[in-house]
């Protein structure tokens, strides 16, 4: 008697009537699960704290932090991934990638704010935009800060080489740029 050829349609099997994950896919997932793990390694110890790690897994990559030899380190990052394959690998992974592309934002963020210092210190057409976008803003207060940072920007144009220039004002409107938009 021959055993029954498995439905592909049943639930359980791939397209290929298999009721496993074949070879290859099993070493995709553990080498990702390695590269995960070579990503936390990298970690600080405040950032590793504040992610969902089991007590063993994270003394697992504190030791592999600590470790100096090459073939030690080596052997210590397959273990960390060989336990990576009990840890919640998608939480760590959303977690990481907020912490890559959060930094990203902010960069972002404080370059547009550099832009728009620029722009208010060469041009008050750039004030009369901010303020139509930003209606609350403190008009007065605005004023005089971009006031002050242009007259600190022509004092600093005339120093002689050697002499430091100063940025109080210029400092100053970058922080107020920023709690307008916050």
Known sequence: MTSPIPDPAEPGFDDNGY???SKSQVKREMHALLDLGKQLIDLPDDR???LPLAERLYEAIRLAQRTTSREGRRRQTHF???LMRD???EEIRAQLDTWQ???REETAAMHRLETLRERLLQDDEALTK???DHPGADVQQLRATIRAARKEAQHNANLQPGQEPQRKHYRALFQALKALTA
């Open 87 to 89: 840890a919640p690998a």
């Open 130 to 132: 901010l303020l139509e």
């Open 19 to 21: 009721d496993r994950p």
């Open 48 to 50: 590793l704290k504040q």
């Open 101 to 103: 592309n959060g930094s």
């Open 80 to 82: 960390v991934g060989k």
